[in-house]
């Protein structure tokens, strides 16, 4: 194995025990070293970037995926991250547009492209495109239905199918009011019969019992991961 090669993966190595022992500082010094052995290397610049993500840096984190693209145009855990990045941001087009190109690209792992359509989902929804958002929950669910991301689509898709109900409902409009029908002439006033007798007060109904209240079931946070390590 050449010197370079054998430091570079030394570093890496090291990079990802002091990562491992919450020191990200070191890992990406670390990371920062073996880039500059290897420069064209993807693999160690999406890494960094995706370190920068987990300290909250994501402007540093997104020049490091964008790096990394430029490096290997068709590198979709970078094109994920990036996309991870900008929803962070608020950047929704930009990360609708990325995480649509990582799983055109094919992810490593189920989790990962479970992961990517679920914000892909997200990004489209807040951007207005429920049909595409509505379809992509849909493969959420069929691809994890029990995990947090399963979950969490399945009752999103059914909220935006129950507002575009209501929406065709109210479309429709409401039911036309046929002609008014003519009122009868009164009739005159009978004489008032005598009164009768009181009748017996009813006994009082039981009250129904109680519902106990529904607990709520903990709201399941989607955990973001970050797709790290060497391809």
Not at 107 to 128: H, I, K
Not at 153 to 166: G, H, K, N, Q, T
Request: glycine fraction near 6%.
């Amino acid at each position: 194995m050449a010197k370079g090669k054998s430091d570079v993966d030394g570093l890496f190595g090291r990079a990802n025990r002091a990562l491992d022992a919450g020191k990200s500082a070191d890992a990406i010094a670390l990371l920062t070293q073996a880039m500059a052995l290897e420069p064209e290397n993807a693999a160690l610049v999406q890494s960094r970037g995706a370190i920068h993500a987990m300290c909250d840096e994501l402007d540093l984190a997104v020049a490091d995926y964008s790096r990394a693209i430029a490096l290997s145009p068709k590198y979709a855990d970078a094109h994920l991250n990036r996309g991870l990045a900008m929803w962070e941001k608020g950047k929704l087009k930009e990360s609708a547009k990325d995480l649509a190109k990582a799983l055109a690209l094919g992810l490593r792992r189920d989790e990962l492209t479970v992961q990517c359509t679920y914000f892909l989902a997200r990004a489209r929804e807040r951007l207005g495109d429920t049909k595409k958002a509505y379809d992509d929950y849909l493969h959420v669910v069929v691809l994890a239905p029990d995990s947090a991301y399963g979950v969490d689509a399945a009752d999103r898709s059914l909220a935006i199918r129950l507002a575009e109900e209501r929406a065709h409902a109210g479309k429709r409009g409401p039911a036309k009011a046929g002609p008014r029908a003519k009122a009868p002439a009164e009739a005159p006033a009978k004489k008032a019969a005598p009164s009768k007798a009181p009748a017996k007060k009813a006994a009082p109904s039981k009250a129904p019992a109680k519902k106990a209240p529904a607990k709520k079931a903990p709201a399941k946070k989607a955990a973001k991961k970050k797709a790290t390590g060497r391809r």
